[in-house]
T-cell receptor, first 112, second 112 residues
Framework: AQKITQTQPGMFVQEKEAVTLDCTYDTSDQSYGLFWYKQPSSGEMIFLIYQGSYDEQNATEGRYSLNFQKARKSANLVISASQLGDSAMYFCAMREGLPLVFGKGTRLSVIA | NAGVTQTPKFRVLKTGQSMTLLCAQDMNHEYMYWYRQDPGMGLRLIHY???????AKGEVPDGYNVSRLKKQNFLLGLESAAPSQTSVYFCASSYQSPDTQYFGPGTRLTVL
């Protein structure tokens, strides 16, 4: 079974609008961490945001927020006020134990 | 402070050839990782290290070996390259296990 599921292979959003990228995870551990990374066309992996399983508040970093719903095992990324530079692949990842397990990614395209 | 660097950036090999990919980090991180990224597959962990002199297998270790002789360096070796090892290879490091992983720029390897 997949540990991380990203059901949206591709998404389009109008510039300046908000967009939600979905991520669900599967774990039986009580302690785990959830990450989102951005990969632009240049190829590098850029860390965006982190949520710990015991964090009661949703994580926020500038225009990025993580909508953490523990009972539903979802950790959706919300990008507010989309910009053209947000066009990229976005990966959700989970730390369960030591290494990270990544989802297959969602390609976001921002339209002017 | 260069962060995580990878050498080389591109390489083409013939089947059966060997090569070593070098990853270096100057952040004094304990943990280092090697991933491969294939189209539609996200990132998959090959091997990782929790400190100088230690290595462990990840999700897809077959056909690869690693060494961590110095804390700042993590080497990935291919003893006999196969076309199935054509991929983009990313190195990452983190200070400790639940910490954010910082990625290198990647190495694009083609095996003919």
């Amino acid at each position: 079974a997949q540990k991380i599921t990203q059901t949206q292979p591709g998404m389009f959003v109008q510039e300046k609008e908000a967009v939600t990228l979905d991520c669900t995870y599967d774990t039986s551990d009580q302690s785990y961490g959830l990450f989102w990374y951005k990969q632009p066309s240049s190829g590098e992996m850029i860390f965006l945001i982190y949520q710990g399983s015991y964090d009661e508040q949703n994580a926020t970093e500038g225009r990025y927020s993580l909508n953490f719903q523990k009972a539903r095992k979802s950790a959706n990324l919300v990008i507010s006020a989309s910009q053209l530079g947000d066009s990229a692949m976005y990966f959700c990842a989970m730390r369960e134990g030591l290494p990270l397990v990544f989802g297959k990614g969602t390609r976001l395209s921002v339209i002017a | 402070n260069a962060g995580v660097t990878q050498t080389p950036k591109f390489r083409v090999l013939k089947t059966g050839q060997s090569m070593t990919l070098l990853c270096a980090q100057d952040m004094n991180h304990e943990y280092m990782y090697w991933y491969r990224q294939d189209p539609g597959m996200g990132l998959r962990l090959i091997h990782y290290s929790v400190g100088e002199g230690t290595t462990a297998k990840g999700e897809v270790p077959d056909g690869y070996n690693v060494s961590r002789l110095k804390k700042q360096n993590f080497l990935l070796g291919l003893e006999s390259a196969a076309p199935s090892q054509t991929s983009v290879y990313f190195c990452a490091s983190s200070y400790q296990s639940p910490d954010t992983q910082y990625f290198g720029p990647g190495t694009r390897l083609t095996v003919l």
